[in-house]
T-cell receptor, first 113, second 111 residues
Framework: NAGVTQTPKFRILKIGQSMTLQCTQD?????MYWYRQDPGMGLKLIYY???????DKGEVPNGYNVSRSTTEDFPLRLELAAPSQTSVYFC????????????FGQGTRLTVV | DQQVKQNSPSLSVQEGRISILNCDYT??????FLWYKKYPAEGPTFLIS?????DKNEDGRFTVFLNKSAKHLSLHIVPSQPGDSAVYFC??????????FGTGTRLQVFP
């Protein structure tokens, strides 16, 4: 059982470039989340989704976009990369209730230069 | 506005002793709380949780206490082991489905 899979693991972007961070889960979870973790900081919620076709902003959504066309996939799009988006990005999923635990992927380390 | 706060960035404890990690929250709508453990270069892994209808939940060496009136929760690890050295995050969830994390506490357990 793969759980939550994120690709790529590492990426270096130039300022102004765009990219998509991929996240897929095979647990048939309805809820999915994107977080970023800056050095020495906690996990900040970027966007989340409670099901296919439904997305909502988290704490730090500016500069990002998401889509949820299937239950399995929740890609995160950076349109115009900025140095402030240098971070480690984590995707997570949980089954579909507010009172359950979330499962995390291994993370994507992104550097914008 | 930090809704979930962990005011101690680090904690150092001797092996065999108790580790107590603290977490405060500001949003009274939170009614489910979780603790996660994170090793370097890995994603966070779930440790233990507690619903707002309880004030204590225990799982082996790990116990979480919730004080709703103080908007405070704590994680107790007894006895602490070197393998417990990691960053610990508390998180809170409301029925809006958001899952909000704190800033983390780095625990070091030394022999």
């Amino acid at each position: 059982n793969a759980g939550v899979t994120q690709t790529p693991k590492f990426r270096i972007l130039k300022i102004g470039q765009s990219m998509t961070l991929q996240c897929t889960q095979d647990m048939n979870h309805n809820y999915m989340y994107w977080y970023r973790q800056d050095p020495g900081m906690g996990l900040k919620l970027i966007y989340y989704s409670v099901g296919a076709g439904i997305t909502d902003k988290g704490e730090v959504p500016n500069g990002y976009n998401v889509s949820r066309s299937t239950t399995e996939d929740f890609p995160l799009r950076l349109e115009l990369a900025a140095p402030s988006q240098t971070s480690v990005y984590f995707c997570a999923s949980r089954i579909g209730d507010w009172n359950t635990e979330a499962f995390f992927g291994q993370g994507t380390r992104l550097t914008v230069v | 506005d930090q809704q979930v706060k962990q005011n101690s960035p680090s904690l150092s404890v001797q092996e065999g002793r108790i580790s107590i990690l603290n977490c405060d929250y500001t949003n009274s709508m939170f009614d489910y709380f979780l603790w996660y453990k994170k090793y370097p270069a890995e994603g966070p892994t779930f440790l233990i949780s507690i619903s707002s209808i309880k004030d204590k939940n225990e799982d082996g060496r790990f116990t979480v206490f919730l004080n709703k009136s103080a908007k405070h929760l704590s994680l107790h690890i007894v006895p602490s082991q070197p393998g417990d050295s990691a960053v610990y995050f508390c998180a809170a969830s409301a029925r809006t489905d958001k899952l909000i994390f704190g800033t983390g506490t780095r625990l070091q357990v030394f022999p």
